[in-house]
């Protein structure tokens, strides 16, 4: 059971490799254009909704977290690659994470969840999301400051549009 847990994680994380390469390689391909009708995340996230026969909205979040994987969190993703945690422990870790933006203060927390996430595997979800936010807000605290108020900022606004239709604009928590 365990090495078919592990064998699990390791693909999932082998998957958002894959998915970020691919990011890579359209993105030295055709790079990032302001004039596009689609950037090259929405180009990448249509590829992998079309290669996986999934939907768009699950696409954009294997890309969001393939990219995290790489860009944010490369230890804590050879953790997730190892298999020594699951999918959703990563995700829940890029979801804490989303709100640093000092990439030497990312580094260390990166450093620190890495080797913490070893020994919290048999924790629940709301006491490693309580663990995590305690070492974020060590290295970060203005992270954590920045979560709170958006998490109190959500909403729905819906206004006329003028032409017989109605637009929509929401923040609602996703986790």
């Keep these: 059971i365990r090495s078919s847990w592990r064998a699990k994680n390791q693909t999932d994380a082998q998957m958002l490799v894959g ?5 890579r390689l359209r993105l030295r391909e055709k790079g990032e254009c302001a004039s596009w009708s689609a ?32 860009e944010d969190l490369p230890t804590v993703g050879a953790v997730f690659a190892a298999g020594d945690i699951d999918y959703s422990t990563f ?6 994470t989303t709100l640093i933006d000092d990439q030497d203060v990312m ?23 309580a663990r995590v936010d305690r070492i974020v807000a060590r290295h970060d605290h203005d992270a954590v400051r920045r979560r709170e108020r958006k998490r109190r900022d959500r909403g729905i606004e819906i206004w006329d549009s003028g032409d017989g239709l109605a637009e929509i ?7």
């Design 19 to 23: 998915i970020g390469d691919l990011f």
């Design 39 to 70: 950037d090259t995340t929405d180009a990448v996230a249509g590829e992998i909704s079309a290669a996986l026969n999934i939907g768009a909205g699950l696409a954009a979040d294997y890309l969001l977290h393939a990219r995290c994987l790489r």
């Design 91 to 96: 995700r829940l870790v890029a979801s804490r």
């Design 107 to 129: 580094a260390a927390v990166d450093t620190a969840l890495a080797a913490a996430l070893l020994r919290w595997r048999s924790l629940s979800r709301g006491l490693i999301r």
């Design 169 to 175: 604009r929401g923040f609602l928590r996703n986790m």
